[in-house]
């Protein structure tokens, strides 16, 4: 058997008479899936469910050598077991997520992604980020539509309750598995308040970021990964549109590459100083990006939430954005929407935020509003919630 590391915080000092509750927690997603909503959430929200549980013990399996957004010594109630199952992901899957929640006594093993084990030995709480692969699935590899079908269909096999991050999501995922709406918890995700804000930016730092990535001001600004789904093939074609009207507005696609880009970037290319992409950016550069834009753009044909909109607004500007699967209900009415299918529709939606200062007002203190009700803290609430009501049935 291969052998572990274990970590365990020297202030936890558990009677076993009365042993507390122990929920694990498969962090091998961390490793993963960096720089991804998945990765964002579980770091996140764990935290929260750490500092608001605190009569339970938790267990962090998690691959060695990974650095988290937060120090889990700050919690006694933490201990972090780096298991050399996870030396291959095959192995953990196939052998040591089942086995290390019997050898650590686990009641319940919370798993941020869809990815149940072959045997389940405890309670089990999964979270679903979307069913994209079954509906769209054209915008995904072969391969990866093939397992995470295969995965998912474990998932809503072997959970005692799944988590989402929309009412959209559930409402397609319990359509898809014929799934009960009671086994799974709407919880959203929330954003991050000391980065998102609307507080200004010295101009100096704006105008060195700015020229950092080659932009300059007005713009429209996307931001998230640089794949086929994210509709941007007719986002470019939009912008053609737009600049008959307004010559000077640039559009700036912010984002690491994803797949299926091609196009995308042969529409670009040829487009120096009006369209720009800028690669990956800095996190502590994503405000300042976000705090200059005309406004925010997302015309994806499908998200499961949309971070980015919570986001754009939480910094004071207006969105614009897709009527298609979970954006209408992120972005309720402090957002204007557009048929993603339509690029001369695009054009005037955005042209019209753009050039209406009264409609800027509205939407910049509407969307402020909205992003208020996305705080990692009320959405930790509801998480809390969900494990106690899984917990209470072990």
Same mark, same amino acid.
């Given at each position: 058997?291969?052998?572990?590391?274990?970590?365990?915080?020297?202030?936890?000092?558990?009677?076993?008479?009365?042993?507390?509750?122990?929920?694990?927690?498969?962090?091998?997603?961390?490793?993963?899936?960096?720089?991804?909503?998945?990765?964002?959430?579980? *770091?996140?929200?764990?935290?929260?469910?750490?500092?608001?549980?605190?009569?339970?013990?938790?267990?962090?399996?998690?691959?060695?050598?990974?650095?988290?957004?937060?120090?889990?010594?700050?919690?006694?109630?933490?201990?972090?077991?780096?298991?050399?199952?996870?030396?291959?992901?095959?192995?953990?899957?196939?052998?040591?997520?089942?086995?290390?929640?019997?050898?650590?006594?686990?009641?319940?093993?919370?798993?941020?992604?869809?990815?149940?084990?072959?045997?389940?030995?405890?309670?089990?709480?999964?979270?679903?980020?979307?069913?994209?692969?079954?509906?769209?699935?054209?915008?995904?590899?072969?391969?990866?539509?093939?397992?995470?079908?295969?995965?998912?269909?474990?998932?809503?096999?072997?959970?005692?309750?799944?988590?989402?991050?929309?009412?959209?999501?559930?409402? *397609?995922?319990?359509?898809?598995?014929?799934?009960?709406?009671?086994?799974?918890?709407?919880?959203?995700?929330?954003?991050?308040?000391?980065?998102?804000?609307?507080?200004?930016?010295?101009?100096?730092?704006?105008?060195?970021?700015?020229?950092?990535?080659?932009?300059?001001?007005?713009?429209?600004?996307?931001?998230?990964?640089?794949?086929?789904?994210?509709?941007?093939?007719?986002?470019?074609?939009?912008?053609?549109?737009?600049?008959?009207?307004?010559?000077?507005?640039?559009?700036?696609?912010?984002?690491?590459?994803?797949?299926?880009?091609?196009?995308?970037?042969?529409?670009?290319?040829?487009?120096?100083?009006?369209?720009?992409?800028?690669?990956?950016?800095?996190? *502590?550069?994503?405000?300042?990006?976000?705090?200059?834009? *005309?406004?925010?753009?997302?015309?994806?044909?499908?998200?499961?939430?949309?971070?980015?909109?919570?986001?754009?607004?939480?910094?004071?500007?207006?969105?614009?954005?897709?009527?298609?699967?979970?954006?209408?209900?992120?972005?309720?009415?402090?957002?204007?929407?557009?048929?993603?299918?339509?690029?001369?529709?695009?054009?005037?939606?955005?042209?019209?935020?753009?050039?209406?200062?009264?409609?800027?007002?509205?939407?910049?203190?509407?969307?402020?509003?909205?992003?208020?009700?996305?705080?990692?803290?009320?959405?930790?609430?509801?998480?809390?919630?969900?494990?106690?009501?899984?917990?209470?049935?072990?």
């Amino acid at each position: 058997m291969p052998e572990t590391i274990v970590q365990r915080n020297t202030a936890i000092a558990p009677a076993r008479a009365a042993r507390r509750r122990r929920i694990g927690v498969d962090l091998l997603v961390l490793s993963q899936f960096t720089d991804t909503g998945m990765v964002i959430y579980a *770091e996140e929200i764990l935290p929260r469910l750490f500092q608001s549980m605190p009569d339970c013990e938790w267990v962090l399996f998690m691959k060695e050598p990974f650095k988290l957004r937060f120090d889990p010594a700050r919690f006694p109630n933490v201990t972090i077991k780096s298991s050399r199952w996870m030396a291959s992901s095959w192995a953990w899957k196939l052998a040591g997520v089942i086995l290390e929640p019997i050898i650590e006594q686990i009641d319940l093993l919370f798993i941020p992604v869809s990815r149940a084990p072959l045997l389940k030995t405890c309670k089990l709480i999964i979270f679903v980020h979307d069913v994209g692969f079954l509906t769209m699935p054209e915008y995904l590899k072969a391969g990866t539509v093939r397992k995470t079908k295969a995965a998912m269909r474990q998932s809503e096999r072997k959970a005692d309750l799944l988590l989402t991050n929309s009412v959209f999501t559930r409402r *397609e995922f319990c359509q898809e598995y014929k799934t009960p709406e009671s086994r799974m918890d709407v919880t959203y995700l929330g954003f991050d308040e000391k980065l998102f804000h609307p507080r200004p930016v010295p101009d100096a730092v704006r105008d060195e970021v700015l020229e950092h990535y080659g932009i300059r001001k007005p713009y429209v600004l996307y931001l998230g990964v640089i794949q086929g789904r994210k509709n941007l093939v007719r986002l470019i074609q939009a912008q053609q549109i737009w600049r008959q009207h307004h010559p000077e507005l640039q559009l700036v696609l912010a984002g690491k590459k994803g797949w299926n880009c091609e196009e995308i970037y042969a529409l670009a290319d040829p487009l120096p100083g009006e369209v720009v992409l800028t690669g990956r950016i800095e996190a *502590e550069h994503l405000q300042i990006l976000y705090k200059n834009a *005309e406004c925010y753009v997302l015309p994806s044909l499908y998200e499961g939430f949309g971070m980015p909109v919570i986001e754009a607004m939480a910094c004071g500007v207006p969105a614009a954005i897709s009527n298609r699967s979970s954006l209408p209900e992120v972005g309720a009415d402090a957002a204007v929407y557009f048929n993603p299918e339509d690029p001369p529709e695009m054009a005037e939606t955005i042209l019209k935020v753009v050039q209406s200062p009264d409609l800027r007002r509205r939407m910049i203190a509407a969307g402020l509003e909205r992003a208020s009700e996305f705080t990692w803290t009320r959405i930790g609430e509801n998480t809390v919630r969900a494990f106690r009501k899984v917990l209470a049935g072990a």
